[in-house]
T-cell receptor, first 113, second 114 residues
Framework: AQSVAQPEDQVNVAEGNPLTVKCTYS??????LFWYVQYPNRGLQFLLKYITGDNLVKGSYGFEAEFNKSQTSFHLKKPSALVSDSALYFCAVRDTGGFKTIFGAGTRLFVKA | DSGVTQTPKHLITATGQRVTLRCSPRSGDLSVYWYQQSLDQGLQFLIQ???????AKGNILERFSAQQFPDLHSELNLSSLELGDSALYFC?????????????FGPGTRLTVL
């Protein structure tokens, strides 16, 4: 069975500092991995995805994520955080052999000015 | 704006009642997904349709049902409502049913069961 874990409920970072939001996954085959962001009272917005190829994936709003097969991780990163990045971030995984997308519990990011 | 629309935005009803949530996918998207988001359960996948056919089923209760119509809009029917069904219900759409496709989410319907 596929699963995804976001070990931190909350991440606090100062504006201008780099940020990392962690995600680990478990699937039976090769994974498709996604990051989404949710702002208050809004639906989720797609940030980036890993399908195959280069382990470093670049996405919207300056975010990037690194796929690490040996550690089964797909951490979200940004070199310099903005206050406007404060939101709820979800990691999601899909098994290449299935159709269900499993979302992590979410990590709330607070960026202080 | 993702291009996915959901109606109504808010719904307040009583236990035992039945409600219908509606979703219109982005133009050109054939696949529709339904999710339930609550504080204690997080984001739970309910069901997926592709071009009118059910494609995948998640943690959907038997009291819940869905369908996708020929014009590709979808409806989620919730019956015999319980207090625990209070949640935010999201619809999402994607171009195809393929696993590599990202999903585009609507703004959600907030259901409150009193």
């Amino acid at each position: 069975a596929q699963s995804v874990a976001q070990p931190e409920d909350q991440v606090n970072v100062a504006e201008g500092n780099p940020l990392t939001v962690k995600c680990t996954y478990s699937v039976s085959g090769n994974p498709y991995l996604f990051w989404y962001v949710q702002y208050p009272n809004r639906g989720l917005q797609f940030l980036l995805k890993y399908i195959t190829g280069d382990n470093l994936v670049k996405g919207s709003y300056g975010f990037e994520a690194e796929f690490n097969k040996s550690q089964t991780s797909f951490h979200l990163k940004k070199p310099s955080a903005l206050v406007s990045d404060s939101a709820l971030y979800f990691c999601a995984v899909r098994d290449t052999g299935g159709f269900k997308t499993i979302f992590g519990a979410g990590t709330r990011l607070f960026v202080k000015a | 704006d993702s291009g996915v629309t959901q109606t109504p935005k808010h719904l307040i009803t009583a236990t035992g009642q039945r409600v219908t949530l509606r979703c219109s996918p982005r133009s050109g998207d054939l696949s529709v997904y339904w999710y339930q988001q609550s504080l204690d359960q997080g984001l739970q996948f309910l069901i997926q349709y592709y071009n009118g056919e059910e494609r995948a089923k998640g943690n959907i209760l038997e009291r819940f049902s869905a369908q996708q119509f020929p014009d590709l809009h979808s409806e989620l029917n919730l019956s015999s409502l319980e207090l625990g069904d209070s949640a935010l219900y999201f619809c999402a759409s994607s171009v195809a049913a393929g696993n590599s496709n990202e999903q585009f989410f609507g703004p959600g319907t907030r259901l409150t069961v009193l």
